[in-house]
């Protein structure tokens, strides 16, 4: 029987405040258990002392979205250069992942429609509608949504050089999660969710930064357009380098798909997060994801794919 360790650090622990706690281990370890052997372990300070140990299990499903200082791509990245199999993406893509100007560019060079980023300095149309977030971060912090003439005085008035400006993208919003396929052989989309504000206004992002929202699985959608999100959330999924899964986050404008946003490592929580619930609709479960995981990933990644960029 495969032993498997699951790792993870309570929301208070890590940077993003990330939706982790027992009630997420404990049903992840209770849909695990009568397959595999299953422990867990609350993370601490990386060290080669628990990297000896973690080598020890046939995989270490991790949960650790960053621990005290250390960011999601940094812990992934230790376990990396500790070579301990752990289903979640090498840590230099999440690295790059988290980077939205990375992805933009990335983006824009496979043929995938993005809103592109403008420089601070251009003269902004002032009745037009700007998104300026942090070009690093997660969990919708530091986003300000603004028409030209408010968007320019804000920059003049702060500094936000760390921060990427682009115009705002109003319309429907669809979520695609990307898994591994039944076989284990290859990746594959899952119909997408969409998220709907709880009032009817054009502004408003995933969760309840500028208002609240809800998911919807049933919904008026063309077939061709929902089936060809999901073909380029499978298709950038592979292409950037991802593993195991990921989630991406659309906007639909006039039947122009625009990619917003890539989650290298979703959130599990059953009933906070996204992904359980789109397992859920379409017959499946977390159980099905690391299952195929397995499959696909029986011993630990070839050298020539890893890109080590943390140390510690």
């Known amino acids: 029987m495969k032993t498997l360790v699951i790792l ?56 650790c979205y960053g621990f005290m200082e250390h960011s999601q791509d940094e812990i992934a990245s230790w376990l990396d250069n500790q070579r301990v199999n752990h289903l979640s993406s090498p840590g230099w893509i999440q690295r790059q992942v988290q980077d939205k100007l990375w992805v933009e560019k990335k983006a824009v060079q496979l043929g995938v429609q993005v809103p592109v980023a403008i420089q601070h300095k251009t003269v902004l149309e002032k009745q037009h509608t700007y ?23 804000l920059l003049q008035a702060g500094s936000f050089g760390k921060h990427i400006l682009q115009e705002y993208i109003a319309g429907r919003e669809f979520s695609v999660a990307v898994i591994p396929s039944d076989t284990g052989l290859d990746y594959k989309a899952l119909p997408p969710v969409e998220i709907i504000p709880n009032s009817d206004r054009l502004i408003f992002v995933a969760g309840n930064s500028f208002g609240g929202t809800s998911r919807s699985f049933s919904y008026n959608l063309d077939t061709n357009i929902k089936e ?13 380098g991802l593993r195991y899964m990921s989630r991406m986050d659309f906007r639909l404008r006039d039947n122009d798909i625009y990619l917003l946003d890539v989650n290298a490592m979703p959130n599990l929580h059953p009933v906070k997060s996204l992904l359980p619930a789109l397992l859920e609709y379409n017959s499946m479960s977390i159980l099905d994801i690391f299952q195929n995981s397995i499959r696909l ?8 794919e890893l890109r080590l960029s943390y140390s510690f």
């Open 8 to 63: 993870y650090a309570e929301s208070e622990y890590t940077p993003w405040k990330e939706n982790i706690d027992s009630f997420t281990v404990n049903f992840i370890r209770n849909l695990l258990e009568p397959h595999y052997r299953v422990d867990v372990r609350h993370m601490e300070y990386p060290s080669d002392y628990l990297g000896k140990i973690l080598q020890q299990y046939d995989g270490v499903i991790n949960l």
């Open 131 to 153: 998104i300026l977030k942090p070009r690093f971060g997660s969990c919708h912090h530091g986003i300000h949504i603004l028409n030209g003439e408010s968007m320019s005085n």
């Open 228 to 240: 060809q999100m999901m073909t380029i959330a499978s298709d950038f999924h592979k292409q950037l």
């Open 297 to 304: 990933n029986q011993t630990y990644t070839n050298s020539n």
